[in-house]
């Protein structure tokens, strides 16, 4: 079936990196905008990242830009967020969803924690 | 960026009442709105598209309407299955941005 599993996840010291990695399956990958959302208690759902299925269009939240990147690799069926110099802020946890306007599939989700 | 903000924050509710939650754009955003169920240590599920289209598997009780900055999402007849919390989202512009959630809880 139609399937987003996140993966990454983890503690990481403030500054540090992380990449995480969405595996898809159940539909060609290729075909779909994806995007990376967060959430957390305090600020709720936060989107943060979006990549069209041309890879031609890439968006971030100003709270991440510079700072994390989005990629894909059709091949491998994966979508990825490279998270480099991470703050206690980002802690949160991090899903894959698929979808242009509106994210109709969803991982379960990966938490990230940055705290020395 | 737009502002999505979400009336009530928490409501009770029985089984099989009818309950409305509300949502509203701090700019027009046409009909660029999503609704989505979440249940607790579950990610978020696509209930509403469009503002008022239901996403493919999700129950005629559910109903979405409103364009422009003022939006509904009303459940008629609740079910045990509907308390969860609930969020609206903007589809007009980068960023998308989403409401901070409604909590149907039962009464």
């Known amino acids: 079936q139609v399937q987003l599993v996140e993966s990454g996840g983890g503690l990481v010291k403030p500054g540090g990196s992380l990449r995480l990695s969405c595996a898809a399956s159940?539909?060609?990958?290729?075909?779909?905008?994806m995007s990376w959302i967060r959430q957390t208690p305090g600020k709720g759902l936060e989107w943060i990242s979006y990549?069209?299925?041309?890879?031609?269009?890439?968006y971030y939240a100003d709270s991440v830009k510079g700072r994390f990147t989005i990629s894909r690799d059709n091949a491998k069926r994966s979508l990825y967020l490279q998270m480099n110099s991470l703050r206690a802020e980002d802690t949160a946890v991090y899903y894959c969803?698929?979808?242009?306007?509106?994210?109709?599939?969803w991982g379960k989700g990966t938490t990230v924690t940055v705290s020395s | 960026d737009i502002q999505m903000t979400q009336s009530p924050s928490s409501v009770s509710a029985s089984v099989g009442d009818r309950v409305t939650i509300t949502c509203r754009a701090s700019q027009g955003i046409s009909s660029w709105l999503a609704w989505y169920q979440q249940k607790p240590g579950k990610a978020p599920e696509l209930l509403i598209y469009a503002a008022s289209s239901l996403h493919s598997g999700v129950p005629s009780r559910f109903s979405g309407s409103g364009s422009g900055t003022d939006f509904t999402l009303t459940i008629n007849s609740l079910q045990p299955d509907d308390f969860a919390t609930y969020f609206c989202q903007q589809a007009k512009s980068f960023p998308y941005t989403f409401g901070q959630g409604t909590k149907l809880e039962i009464k």
């Open positions: 159940g539909f060609t990958l290729s075909a779909y905008s």
């Open positions: 990549i069209s299925s041309s890879d031609d269009s890439i």
């Open positions: 969803a698929r979808g242009y306007y509106y994210m109709d599939v």
